[in-house]
């Protein structure tokens, strides 16, 4: 028993991961993973990403290893993509670019930035870039949004995408805790959309 006990600290990192697993499979025996749409988000076409390189050259050595190893990559939409939420199409525009679910460094290994939660990432980094969405074939946005409401979109596209109630009930509770710092980042630069009224 205690070499088991010295393991699971020993290798902590998957002892944690493992527990989390197995809270998310008891949380759904207990009927939490139903098949109905919380926000109807549907789409009939992957987004085409394009990745950007990591701007490691020109740094000198270290600047490129602090790079490498804290550096996210990031990713443009290669063609406009259509989704549609709750009824109401809207369009994410050719040329935008984002880092897929903001997911810190070192849990990578466990959970890719373009993995389970991309589509969610993807809807969730452009209201917090522009704090609405583009509605397909018009010239006009939606509503502005709060951060809230575009975490509890990134949650519920998640939920409805890959069925992981807790893993996306984790990250949702991330970005309520976390999230302020993209969102006001953000708000200083008051990007809009272009060609519309904002």
Request: net charge negative; aromatic share 16%.
């Amino acid at each position: 028993m205690d070499f088991i006990i010295e393991q699971l600290i020993t290798w902590w990192q998957f002892t944690v991961v493992g527990i989390l697993i197995i809270i998310g499979f008891i949380i759904n025996l207990f009927g939490v993973d139903q098949d109905e749409d919380l926000i109807g988000f549907k789409y009939n076409v992957m987004p085409k990403l394009r990745p950007i390189a990591i701007p490691t050259a020109g740094k000198g050595f270290w600047g490129a290893i602090w790079m490498w190893l804290t550096g996210t990559r990031h990713w443009e939409i290669a063609d406009d993509w259509a989704f549609t939420i709750e009824g109401e199409d809207y369009i994410i525009p050719q040329g935008f670019t984002f880092d897929g679910a903001s997911i810190p460094k070192f849990l990578h290994t466990w959970l890719s930035p373009t993995g389970v939660l991309l589509m969610g990432g993807l809807v969730h980094d452009y209201v917090y870039k522009y704090e609405r969405l583009l509605k397909s074939g018009q010239k006009e946005a939606s509503v502005k949004m709060t951060q809230k409401e575009a975490d509890i979109i990134f949650r519920d596209i998640n939920i409805e995408q890959n069925g992981f109630h807790f893993l996306n009930y984790l990250a949702y509770w991330a970005l309520r805790i976390g999230g302020f710092v993209a969102w006001n980042g953000h708000r200083k630069v008051n990007a809009k959309i272009e060609g519309i009224n904002n």
